[in-house]
């Protein structure tokens, strides 16, 4: 069995999101590391399992099925399978978060911004 190597975060695809695709690493997890200025955030969306954020520096409001959420460094929010969410990075420092999916491939519907 070979020895594992280090992957950085800087050579994973993205921007404010670097994504692990679990599948392509030989990992049953999937996860984004994200890098969110203040007002920014993804659109709307859901999955058809549950995901959760690791909150580790600044905040963010949380839309989830419609119920807005204040989460600050430190924090952990699970969001139910198939509920509709997304996050707006608030505060004057950038979001700093990793949202885990409990898959080897990410699944995500888009419904609207």
């Not at 050579?11 to 692990?20: C, E, K, N, T, W």
């Not at 954020?53 to 949380?62: H, N």
Request: glycine fraction near 10%; aromatic fraction near 8%.
């Amino acid at each position: 069995m070979p020895v594992p190597q280090p992957l950085p975060i800087d050579d994973l695809p993205g921007d404010l999101a670097r994504q692990f695709e679990g599948r392509d690493h030989g990992s049953t997890v999937s996860f984004y590391v994200g890098r969110f200025p203040p007002g920014t955030g993804p659109p709307l969306h859901r999955h058809p399992y549950e995901e959760t954020f690791i909150v580790q520096e600044g905040s963010a409001t949380f839309t989830i099925d419609g119920h807005a959420l204040e989460v600050g460094a430190g924090q952990i929010v699970v969001v139910p399978a198939a509920a509709a969410h997304r996050f707006v990075a608030t505060g004057v420092t950038d979001l700093r978060q990793v949202s885990v999916h409990p898959r080897d491939r990410m699944v995500q519907e888009d419904i609207g911004s």
